[in-house]
């Protein structure tokens, strides 16, 4: 493994890009059977906590463009359904078929594994420490 040269700080976005493509693979590959898009994972595995292909885009910044896209194409595929908002015509609930939610599910087991795996000789107050970090250069660059 190469030694960080803490002086050259564009070698921590080269990591941080080299963890997130690991992470997508990780999903992609555990979810082979399904041919699905990173961007439908995203959908797929936010919609038991957010309700809206809005929020989504929102929270996951993914652009609304790409999570449209995505629930056209997973509702082509029966694993979401949607339904129009009373309120807001434009906008539209979505919820899992039960086909949805299996795989929903195993998005959820693949995410534990990769974290499980990342963080395997972490300690608590090195988790601690990371968080703090990273928090830190958020609120450097003004992102919630």
Not at 34 to 40: I, M, R
């Amino acid at each position: 493994m190469e030694m960080l040269d803490v002086k050259n700080e564009e070698h921590y976005f080269y990591c941080y890009k080299k963890i997130e493509k690991s992470y997508t693979d990780f999903q992609l590959n555990a979810l082979d059977d399904y041919d699905l898009s990173p961007n439908e994972i995203v959908v797929l595995s936010n919609l038991e906590k957010i309700k809206t292909a809005s929020e989504i885009a929102l929270k996951t910044d993914v652009s609304k463009a790409l999570v449209s896209r995505s629930v056209k194409f997973l509702k082509e595929k029966g694993y979401i359904t949607t339904t129009v908002s009373e309120e807001d015509k434009r906008e539209q609930f979505l919820a899992l078929t039960e086909e949805g939610k299996k795989i929903a599910l195993l998005i959820d087991e693949a995410n534990r594994r990769f974290f499980a795996t990342a963080f395997a000789n972490f300690e608590d107050t090195e988790k601690r420490v990371l968080t703090a970090l990273l928090r830190m250069m958020m609120r450097n660059l003004n992102i919630d």
